[in-house]
């Protein structure tokens, strides 16, 4: 990494005093950081299909403005009273009105689907799905809808006639959701061929997984609801992948190769629809092919690729097929040690790695039409950016935008402009309009929506991890009227593990706002992003494997000697606060550190790995039967004669991600301890206490810690 980079960031946010006239409340701290706060944007952008013409929502988003590329002037205006005179709807706003080409708009209320017409200023009714569907999957045309009910798939025709898919009698076999409790990059179970003429599909058969219960406290008296919860070491779903043929109205399916459950995941279509790709990985996740079926017979072709790990081997993105006129694809792989991109024929030929980065190729963002570059997001050799790239056929990589920050890119269809908006330390927003040759055009900049609030300053460095080595970055964020000369409490808050990064060059450095208001009360507020996390390559992330909570609490250590060695930092008054894995190093550092925080606040803590879910479980730790040891050094409930601090803990009672039973375990265990420690469950609530109900939870988190930190 280069020093420019770091030091680029060790600057701080400095507002006027004179001008900060407004004190923040908590409640504006948890509620208002998207909202009241939220910077100036394009809200709304998309590129009209196959023109340099863009759309973006005004006026309290109740129009729509058509604007051309090449010189951002105003061509249209589509207004919602436009669209519910000719609908009969009665939208309020833009949201979720997406473009189907380049005349019409896709229109949703209550269910009902329209094609509205900005040339004639007319629309057709879709489809109108019934109100127990769900998934809702459009082909490409919009014209087929796929969907689920309860654990059956379907589709409307385009004669709005409903077509069967899957006639599953036994529920615990459900096509078309989500697959392997959303991992490996899996958010959808639904899967259109390009030209409409197959319906490829997730299938998980459940039956031998065990039923869960949650409470429902919502009737009288209350209900145990079943939920499908496959804990770590026990049986597991077992997956398939149909492929309906709508000609011959038959169903195919694909099964695992190796054990009937492993994973098949990252599915894509071919352009000429002959073939589905799948990656198939095994259970204990250090073993993965992708391999090619044919569409037709859904017969295995070959494999294309093999990726083994003795850490693991974790595919997230589908094959990328850059051109419609031929079936070459772009596979992101990690192998290198950073997400890089490789270029292959179907047939299995490597033909060119694209990239060579030391830095993360975070996903593709698209191509051109011609096929012949790929842009898409990547770190960049600071990783708290996100920035955005092109690469061509031959490997010439070229860097889209300019500024660093947290960008986010649009490429139009054939490439010839990029919509870029971004923020960074200093910058709220900004919206560009690039074109080809790399020169940009200012479209929107918004100003600071702090500027009359009492804001404190967030301070990014970095400091060495428990290897001595690796650089790690931190953020504190001081009150306004920090002063240099007087002791400070501090809080620290900790996520800690995969697939996360708290830290990032996005304006307030990737904080939440209640960090802000909790300053104001005097105190530090701390953060730091230790090996484990994410955006930093597999060697970084995998030193957790086999030891949840070793390294990332020693680098959490680290991040407390930083702390102390600061003049101004009262060490005897130390707070530490995280949810769910922040939650697990929370309570760990409270019993395994136990002198270091006065106070601790773990909320949804997994508190012994056994009780986790499969898929993220054992990529991690691998199974009790390979790694008791691991298990044991890792069990909070192992440590509880430890604790000497004030330990609250806190959990949503319907949460299915982390069960309830991690923190009832750990309280039985504190109880035959005589140990006290405080608890609050938040009831029908899941993994994170959402809505207005949030701003009860952070008041008793900080209430908490300034009660009991004195």
């Known amino acids: 990494m280069k020093n420019f980079s770091i030091l680029a960031l060790s600057c701080f946010i400095t507002i006027a005093t004179f001008s900060q006239t407004k004190k923040l409340t908590l409640e504006q701290g948890v509620l208002e950081q998207n909202r009241l706060f939220r910077a100036d944007k394009l809200i709304g952008f998309q590129w009209i299909p196959n023109t340099t013409n863009y759309t973006y929502y005004t006026d309290n988003y109740t129009k729509m403005v058509a604007a051309s590329a090449t010189d951002s002037k105003t061509i249209e205006t589509v207004t919602l009273a436009d669209i519910n005179s000719a609908l009969g709807t009665k939208l309020k706003n833009f949201f979720g009105i997406q473009w189907i080409d380049s005349n019409a708009l896709l229109v949703s209320e209550s269910g009902k689907q329209y094609a509205y017409l900005t040339t004639s200023k007319k629309g057709t009714l879709m489809q109108e799905p019934k109100s127990s569907c769900q998934n809702l999957t459009y082909d490409i045309k919009k014209r087929n809808l796929a969907f689920t009910e309860n654990n059956n798939l379907y589709y409307y025709n385009v004669n709005k006639e409903i077509v069967q898919v899957t006639n599953e009698t036994n529920e615990a076999i459900v096509s078309g959701q989500f697959f392997a409790r959303s991992e490996f990059g899996i958010r959808d179970g639904i899967f259109w061929s390009p030209k409409s003429n197959f319906l490829a599909f997730y299938q998980k058969d459940q039956t031998e997984v065990a039923d869960y219960p949650i409470l429902d406290i919502n009737e009288t008296p209350g209900k145990l609801v079943n939920i499908k919860y496959p804990m770590i070491g026990q049986k597991s779903e077992k997956p398939r992948v149909g492929i309906y043929n709508l000609a011959s109205k038959?169903?195919?399916?694909?099964?695992?190769?190796?054990?009937?459950?492993?994973?098949?995941t990252n599915l894509s279509w071919s352009p000429d629809e002959k073939y589905v790709l799948i990656a198939e990985l095994n259970r204990a996740q250090n073993d993965m092919s992708l391999n090619v079926y044919d569409a037709q017979t859904g017969n295995f072709v070959r494999t294309i690729l093999n990726e083994k790990n003795d850490n693991w081997v974790e595919p997230e993105h589908p094959a990328f097929f850059p051109s419609n006129a031929n079936n070459n694809f772009v596979w992101i792989s990690e192998k290198s040690g950073f997400n890089n991109l490789y270029y292959y024929s179907i047939e299995g030929r490597l033909i060119k790695q694209l990239?060579?980065?030391k830095f993360p190729v975070r996903e593709i963002i698209g191509s051109n039409t011609a096929g012949n570059e790929i842009y898409f997001k990547a770190t960049g050799e600071n990783p708290t950016n996100m920035l955005a790239y092109k690469v061509d056929l031959n490997g010439k990589q070229t860097l889209i935008t300019k500024d660093?920050?947290?960008?986010?890119?649009?490429?139009?269809?054939?490439?010839?402009?990029?919509?870029?908006?971004?923020?960074?330390?200093?910058?709220?927003s900004k919206s560009l309009l690039y074109s080809k040759n790399g020169s940009a055009k200012t479209l929107l900049e918004s100003s600071n929506k702090y500027a009359d609030f009492q804001m404190g300053t967030a301070e990014i460095?970095?400091?060495?991890?428990?290897?001595?080595?690796?650089?790690?970055?931190?953020r504190l964020i001081k009150p306004s009227n920090f002063d240099p000369t007087k002791k400070y409490p501090v809080l620290v808050y900790v996520y800690g593990g995969p697939?996360?990064?708290?830290?990032?060059?996005?304006?307030?450095?990737?904080?939440?706002l209640w960090m802000y208001w909790m300053a104001e009360q005097g105190y530090l507020v701390f953060t730091v992003d230790n090996r484990g996390s994410d955006n930093r390559g597999f060697a970084f992330e995998s030193v957790i494997h086999g030891r949840l909570g070793v390294n990332e609490i020693e680098d959490q250590i680290k991040g407390v000697d930083y702390l102390k060695s600061l003049p101004y930092v009262d060490e005897n008054r130390l707070a530490i606060h995280g949810w769910s894995f922040g939650g697990f190093i929370t309570t760990s550092i409270m019993l395994r550190k136990p002198d270091v925080f006065?106070?601790?606040?773990?909320?949804?803590?997994?508190?012994?790995w056994n009780y986790y879910e499969v898929m993220y479980g054992e990529r991690y730790m691998d199974t009790p039967a390979e790694n008791q040891k691991g298990f044991d050094e890792a069990s909070t409930l192992n440590y509880v004669k430890n604790l000497k601090g004030k330990l609250l803990l806190i959990h949503g009672t319907s949460d299915d991600t982390v069960v309830m039973q991690n923190n009832f375990v750990l309280l039985k265990k504190f109880i035959e301890a005589e140990k006290q420690v405080d608890f609050f469950a938040y009831p029908m609530h899941e993994h994170n206490v959402i809505g207005k109900d949030r701003v009860h939870l952070m008041t008793k988190v900080l209430n908490y810690v300034i009660e009991n930190n004195k």
């Open 250 to 264: 038959k169903t195919v399916f694909i099964s695992p190769k190796g054990n009937l459950d492993d994973y098949l």
């Open 355 to 357: 990239t060579q980065n």
């Open 404 to 428: 660093q920050g947290v960008h986010n890119c649009i490429p139009n269809f054939d490439g010839s402009y990029f919509f870029d908006e971004y923020s960074n330390h200093s910058t709220p």
């Open 461 to 474: 460095k970095t400091i060495k991890s428990a290897d001595g080595t690796t650089d790690l970055y931190t």
């Open 499 to 512: 697939h996360a990064q708290l830290i990032t060059n996005s304006y307030l450095d990737g904080a939440n």
């Open 598 to 608: 006065k106070v601790g606040i773990a909320g949804g803590p997994v508190t012994d």
